[in-house]
């Protein structure tokens, strides 16, 4: 099993920024594929960027948020965090943290954080 837990999020305005941090434990193996995700009410939720937890090289965003978000990994606090500049309102939503590892079928997701963004 696999615990996460998100914090950080807020209410900012346009253009601020934010750290997300998700908080993981358990039986995590380094080749978990950690993840943010994004929903809006009506909405699918949407992938917003991972990283390998065993490797740091493989971070990965969305198009609709590169240059602007960016994940890492904090191996002293055992944290996958997501830095958010320059927000928009339309990033506005609740933020989900993910560890999958696809070739055990194993999926776990975290409560959320929300994150509002005023313009």
């Known amino acids: 099993q696999v615990q996460l837990v998100e914090s950080g999020g807020g209410l900012v305005q346009a253009g601020g920024s934010l750290r997300l941090s998700c908080a993981a434990s358990?039986?995590?193996?380094?080749?978990?594929?950690m993840g943010w995700y994004r929903q809006t009410p009506g909405k699918d939720r949407e992938f917003v960027a991972s990283i390998i937890w065993g490797d740091e090289s493989t971070p990965y965003v969305t198009n609709s948020v590169r240059g602007r978000f960016t994940i890492s990994r904090d191996n002293a606090k055992n944290t996958v965090d997501l830095q958010m500049n320059s927000l928009k309102p339309e990033d506005t939503a609740d933020y989900y943290c993910n560890a999958r590892l696809v070739s055990a079928g194993l999926n776990f997701w975290g409560r959320g954080t929300q994150v509002t963004v005023s313009s």
């Open positions: 358990g039986h995590i193996l380094p080749n978990y594929l």
